[in-house]
Nanobody
Framework: QVQLVESGGGLVQAGGSLRLSCAAS?????MGWFRQAPGKEREFVVA????????VHTDSVKARFTIWRDVPKNTMYLQMNSLKPDDTAVYYCAARSGGNYAYTSIASYDYWGQGTQVTVSS
């Protein structure tokens, strides 16, 4: 069983930046970020393949969000720049215990963090 601990959410003005982190208690093979805005379904944001750091982004964040990982620390990071009010959501970290891809579907992940609130004011 892998536990995920997220940190780094908060309130920021439009155009600002935030960095999220997700620390895993054990080894993972793929990790990703999802988000859920009020009244909406949870959606994919970005994912990373652990062994080579290749990443997949949803189109709306591709030029603004950067994902990377620190393998010895089993930690994933998400740098969010040029934030928009539409980015406001609870952001969830997810991890998978096997596989060889950067997975984009909720069903692909075995473990989830508790979520961290990101609020972008206009």
């Amino acid at each position: 069983q892998v536990q995920l601990v997220e940190s780094g959410g908060g309130l920021v003005q439009a155009g600002g930046s935030l960095r999220l982190s997700c620390a895993a208690s054990g080894r993972t093979f793929a990790m990703g970020w999802f988000r859920q805005a009020p009244g909406k379904e949870r959606e994919f944001v970005v994912a990373i393949r652990w062994h080579d750091a290749s990443a997949v982004h949803t189109d709306s964040v591709k030029a603004r969000f950067t994902i990377w990982r620190d393998v010895p620390k089993n930690t994933m990071y998400l740098q969010m720049n040029s934030l928009k009010p539409d980015d406001t959501a609870v952001y969830y970290c997810a991890a998978r215990s096997g596989g060889n891809y950067a997975y984009t579907s909720i069903a692909s992940y075995d473990y989830w963090g508790q979520g961290t609130q990101v609020t972008v004011s206009s």
